[in-house]
């Protein structure tokens, strides 16, 4: 069997054979997997009413514990957003009733956004989906070839220096 990647791979080594570019083939394919993976759950997400970054946002505040807050700053560091965004995005969210932001009690000039009792009930529901999801999505490998999988990603994030949320 072959993938679309190694089509691309055949075309450099007849146009380049001097060239190595198998580090294409690694590269070309988690692009690849991610453009589709990314559809997918777009997709995923836009059939439950949600955005992927507000589903992100949820589950950020909810894996954090109660009370499903944060700082926006801390939102920021530990969600996959940009600063730029993040305002915008968390009044929106505000408006549809998932978070609603409070004052810090332990410093007034802080805000943090905070879980409302329907975002958490959202999120407690979309999570198992989600998870279900990402089961069909990844159908294709068995145990052994996810576990080796996400070995090797990890190991390329801890070299390209991603080892925390911050």
């Known amino acids: 069997m072959a993938d679309a990647v190694d ?4 075309q450099w080594e007849r146009e380049r054979p001097d060239l190595d570019s198998s580090p294409m083939g690694v590269i070309g ?3 690849r997997a991610q453009q589709l993976l990314g559809r997918e759950l777009k997709d995923f997400f836009a059939a439950h009413g949600l955005e992927r970054w507000e589903f992100d946002v949820l ?3 909810r894996r954090h514990g109660a009370p499903y807050e944060l700082t926006a700053g801390g939102l920021l560091r530990a969600a996959m957003v940009t600063s730029g965004a993040i305002t915008n ?6 408006a549809r009733g998932l978070v609603e932001r409070v004052r810090d009690a332990g410093d007034r000039r802080s805000v943090r956004i905070r879980l409302t009792a329907r975002g958490l009930e959202v999120v407690d529901e979309l ?4 998870v279900a999801n990402e089961e069909r999505l990844l159908a294709g490998l068995d145990a052994a070839e996810r576990e080796r999988l996400a070995g090797s990603l990890r190991t390329l994030l801890e070299s390209l220096g991603d080892t925390s949320l911050g």
């Open 7 to 10: 089509a691309i791979l055949a």
């Open 29 to 31: 394919r988690i692009s």
């Open 59 to 61: 589950a950020t505040l």
């Open 89 to 94: 995005r968390i009044d929106r969210m505000e």
């Open 127 to 130: 999570v198992g989906l989600h």
